[in-house]
């Protein structure tokens, strides 16, 4: 198992859909495992393959819920069902969103409070997992990047104006950038 460094927003790895996985091989068991070593170091409570330069279909997910059930696993070649986003907007405190590949910065989002995740596992066993709160939003923002979507593409006209002057003072939006969990402090 080893770290890897996450990609950074700009890199064309985050910005296109990414391809099916197909090879259920020991070079897969070895990229889950490094994928979990490294969300744990960032620390983050998901990661996807192409936030470590991999344009695969699979995400890693670690959390623990307010009822202290630990949901951790990997979703190979997900689908996603959401409920409707409500509207309205965003709340500044509830519904404030992070990314590691758009690292230090947190904005507020509305997303679906429920979702329903379908993929499988290393073994290619299906399962399915109903989630609400907080477990729907880490599933929902995985999987935008699975489809080359970053949060930051979603945020209301306000944040994304911020989200931009950011993106430009951090010289992000270009690729090749990436930092190395447990070497880069970036909140700094």
Known sequence: ?????????????????????????????????????????????????????????????????????SWRGVAINPELWITPVPAGAADEDDDIEGCLSYPGERFPLLRAQSAILRAVDLDQKPFEIRADGWLARIFQHEYDHLEGTLYVDRLEHVYAKIAAKVTRKRGWGVPGLSWMPGVDNLED
């Open 1 to 69: 198992m080893a770290v890897r460094p996450i990609v950074i927003s700009g890199d064309p790895v985050l910005h296109f859909p990414a391809n099916p996985v197909v090879d259920f091989d020991d070079d897969l068991r070895s990229l889950v495992a490094d994928m979990f070593e490294t969300m744990d170091a960032a620390p983050g409570v998901g990661l996807a393959g192409p936030q470590v330069g991999v344009p695969l279909r699979l995400f890693t997910y670690g959390y623990v819920d307010d009822d202290e059930q």
